[in-house]
């Protein structure tokens, strides 16, 4: 069960908009709709911001929105605010009925 | 307001055994999906084990498979883990999730704060 593939870091400034990615293969991320969401600032829990590739909870920020094409889904963030400074991942349903994580994505706002 | 709490965390020596829980209050815990998740020190999350609501259908990583058992006691709105034949990489700050449904597909809306494995000789 391979993690999926998130960049390490990605950046960006107030106001603009950034697209994190999480790849897999037609195991997982390709397999199913099942693809969610987080954002995690250390010594918090994780806080879930999409799930089912595109559904945000109700009292998500409509600034956040999921989307997927084949094996690779992204998250992309509108309107960068600072506290949008935190770390990312992904999580993916498979074919083995296990859940695979992503590696992760620090979010700078400079 | 929904909270789960995990109880369990030591300190155990390689090849010990463990056995980590999960109380949920504030929520209909049996209709949910639930997942164990691991953050090993310095490294991020990993996915340790799922169950579905009614205990029906369970999953495993396979760094934990055939050790670690995952069940559920919808009458103590509890969730356990429990950790046979530890081993060093074992060590990590252990935390149960809530699914949005009544599968581990994982869309994990509610976190506990985490309990703390160490396997140390």
């Known amino acids: 069960q391979s993690a999926l593939t998130q960049p390490a870091s990605v950046s960006g400034s107030p106001g603009q908009s950034i697209t994190i990615s999480c790849t897999g293969t037609s195991s997982d991320v390709g397999a199913y709709n099942y693809v969610s969401w987080y954002q995690h600032h250390a010594g918090k829990a994780p806080k879930l911001l999409i799930y089912e590739v595109s559904n945000r909870p109700s009292e998500i920020s409509h600034r956040f929105s999921g989307s997927k094409s084949g094996d690779t889904a992204s998250l992309t963030i509108y309107g960068l605010q600072a506290e949008d400074e935190a770390d990312y991942f992904c999580i993916s349903y498979t074919r083995l009925n296990t859940l695979v994580f992503g590696g992760g994505t620090r979010l700078t706002v400079l | 307001e929904v909270q789960l709490v995990e109880s369990g965390g030591a300190v155990v020596r390689p090849g010990g055994s463990l056995r980590l829980s999960c109380v949920g209050s504030g929520v209909n815990f049996e209709i949910y999906g639930m997942s164990w998740v691991r953050q090993r020190p310095g490294k991020g999350l990993e996915w340790v084990s799922g169950?579905?609501?009614?205990?029906?259908?369970?999953g495993y990583a396979d760094s934990v498979k055939g050790r670690f058992s995952i069940s559920r006691d919808n009458a103590r709105n509890s969730l356990y883990l429990q950790m046979n034949s530890l081993r060093a990489e074992d060590t990590a700050l252990y935390y149960c999730?809530?699914?949005?449904?009544?599968?581990?597909?994982?869309?994990?809306?509610?976190w506990g704060q985490g309990t703390t494995v160490t396997v140390s000789s």
């Open positions: 169950i579905n609501w009614n205990g029906g259908s369970t």
């Open positions: 999730a809530r699914d949005r449904s009544g599968s581990y597909s994982g869309g994990m809306d509610v």
